[in-house]
């Protein structure tokens, strides 16, 4: 079946650096892909929508320049935390369309998310 | 209120059934789903439904749709230890809209 690859699992860095997630769609193309952010014990939050060959789509309140998505390829995705600070800390996870023409349930498959820890 | 709302916590033992429930506000989403998540990783897809359907059942799992109410239900049959989890139902409103996640326990 359709398989998501993220990368790293987990990172921890040092305020103000900046931290790349990358998100891979192992077995089909993946013209669009999209972050989530989820807090502890909280839902998932989707953050951007993430279209190959042009400009992410970004959810209200969320800061483009803070969080930067590049979508290079039909397989890639990287989200790109920019000035990490500790309240940036969080679970981010991607996920993406395997489209699934005959069911037309257009099925997200998931990432297994990116633990992200600012110190 | 919120679009999807769950309840947060379920407990049950091992071998009873497990029901948990949902709600939610737009009926326009023509597939409704579950999600399954455990600790430290991304959401699995457990099943869907199509809005027009009433039950869908899947081997242990069974799905009720209560469209009038706007109600979905994820029915787990012989629940074990291994189904503890977060469970998410989703609705697609353009995007998809989770619920809160309900955390099932199961006790042995």
């Known amino acids: 079946g359709a398989v998501v690859s993220q990368h790293p699992s987990r990172v921890i860095c040092k305020s103000g650096t900046s931290v790349k997630i990358e998100c891979r769609s192992l077995?089909?193309?993946?013209?669009?892909m999209f972050w989530y952010r989820q807090f502890p014990k909280q839902s998932l939050m989707l953050m951007a929508t993430?279209?190959?060959?042009?400009?992410?789509?970004?959810e209200q309140g969320v800061e483009k320049d803070k969080f930067l998505i590049n979508h290079a390829s039909l397989t890639l995705s990287t989200l790109t935390v920019t000035s990490a600070h500790p309240e940036d800390s969080s679970f981010y996870i991607c996920?993406?369309?395997?489209?699934?023409?005959?069911?037309?349930?257009?099925?997200?498959?998931f990432g297994a998310g990116s633990r992200l820890t600012v110190l | 209120g919120e679009d999807v709302e769950q309840s947060l916590f379920l407990s049950v033992r091992e071998g009873d059934s497990s029901v948990i429930n949902c709600t939610y506000t737009d009926s326009s989403s023509t597939y409704l789903y579950w999600y399954k998540q455990e600790p430290g990783a991304g959401l699995q897809l457990l099943t869907y439904i199509f809005s027009n359907m009433d039950m869908k059942q899947d081997q242990r799992l069974t799905v009720l749709l209560n469209k009038k109410d706007k109600h979905l239900s994820l029915r787990i049959a012989d629940t074990q230890t291994g189904d503890s989890a977060i469970y998410f139902c989703a609705i697609r409103k353009g995007k998809l809209i989770f619920g809160q996640g309900t955390e099932l326990s199961v006790k042995p």
């Open positions: 993430s279209n190959e060959g042009s400009k992410a789509t970004y």
């Open positions: 077995d089909f193309q993946a013209t669009t």
């Open positions: 996920s993406a369309s395997s489209g699934s023409l005959t069911s037309g349930a257009n099925v997200l498959t």
